[in-house]
């Protein structure tokens, strides 16, 4: 049985990784947490908060690269696996050296769990040809950046 503390966990959660989805550079934070608002998402007095937890996430010095201005970026971005398995990273960064995957964690660290999943996304890419690759587990609420060889 959940209790509705992991409830709002879980729906803290979901509303980070749309927002999230919502920003291509930090310049976006506020049209994203707008558009939000907007949906009826949740309310104006939720904005303040939010803004506070999506800028300490998007500042965070390891990335702070992969949200600056004229890069390439991709949102939940569809990649399809040789066996026909179609995978959703949560953001793809397209830089002249690397390609970087950056994954969105709601809850716990669970780097083992999470680490597959995150793997997976990178075979995806190898397959299709790029690399190298850079792959970033980013924990929400802990603004936590675990970044896996």
Not at 12 to 23: D, P, T, Y
Not at 102 to 110: P, Q, T
């Amino acid at each position: 049985m959940h209790n509705s503390k992991d409830e709002d966990a879980r729906a803290q959660g979901i509303l980070l990784h749309w927002i999230l989805s919502q920003i291509k550079t930090r310049a976006d934070l506020d049209m994203a947490l707008q558009k939000g608002e907007l949906k009826g998402y949740y309310g104006k007095n939720q904005v303040p908060e939010l803004k506070q937890l999506l800028a300490t996430i998007l500042n965070h010095p390891q990335l702070v690269p992969f949200f600056e201005k004229n890069l390439k970026v991709k949102n939940e971005a569809e990649l399809l696996t040789a066996e026909g398995e179609i995978l959703r990273p949560d953001r793809l960064v397209f830089t002249e050296k690397e390609t970087v995957v950056i994954d969105y964690k709601s809850g716990k660290e669970k780097a083992g769990q999470h680490a597959i999943q995150i793997q997976e996304y990178s075979r995806a890419l190898s397959a299709l040809g790029y690399g190298p690759i850079r792959k970033l587990l980013v924990y929400l609420e802990e603004n936590k950046v675990v970044e896996l060889n």
